[in-house]
Nanobody
Framework: QVQLVESGGGLVQAGGSLRLSCAAS????????MGWYRQAPGKQRELVAS???????NYADSVKGRFTISRDNAKNTVYLQMNSLKPEDTGVYCC????????????????WGRGTQVTVSS
């Protein structure tokens, strides 16, 4: 079974920084796109940032210049460095990955982590 486990969330004051990590484990042949999503109370889940296995990145306009997504393919891990945090960045941050694994046959499936809470106080 493939699992994604996030870590690094917490409570931080506005202007502060946090670094989130998401590690994939299990039977993994390859990992293609990886991403971070967040969901604030009462709002829909939104894409924060994504990264291809070649390193191309994409960011939501609201986090450009403040957040940086990166990955370590040898460790099957994706990171999200969050700087200059704002109260509106508060939410549950989940990672997502397109992973090639074996479930009777080799195929690509999308997996989600359970999420980590990020709270930014004003």
């Amino acid at each position: 079974q493939v699992q994604l486990v996030e870590s690094g969330g917490g409570l931080v004051q506005a202007g502060g920084s946090l670094r989130l990590s998401c590690a994939a484990s299990g039977i993994i042949f390859s990992i293609n796109d990886m991403g971070w999503y967040r969901q604030a109370p009462g709002k829909q889940r939104e894409l924060v940032a994504s990264i291809t296995n070649g390193g191309s990145t994409n960011y939501a306009d609201s986090v450009k210049g403040r957040f940086t997504i990166s990955r370590d393919n040898a460790k099957n891990t994706v990171y999200l460095q969050m700087n200059s945090l704002k109260p509106e960045d508060t939410g549950v941050y989940c990672c997502n990955a397109a992973i090639e694994t074996f479930l009777g046959h080799i195929s690509e499936y999308t997996y989600w982590g359970r999420g980590t809470q990020v709270t930014v106080s004003s």
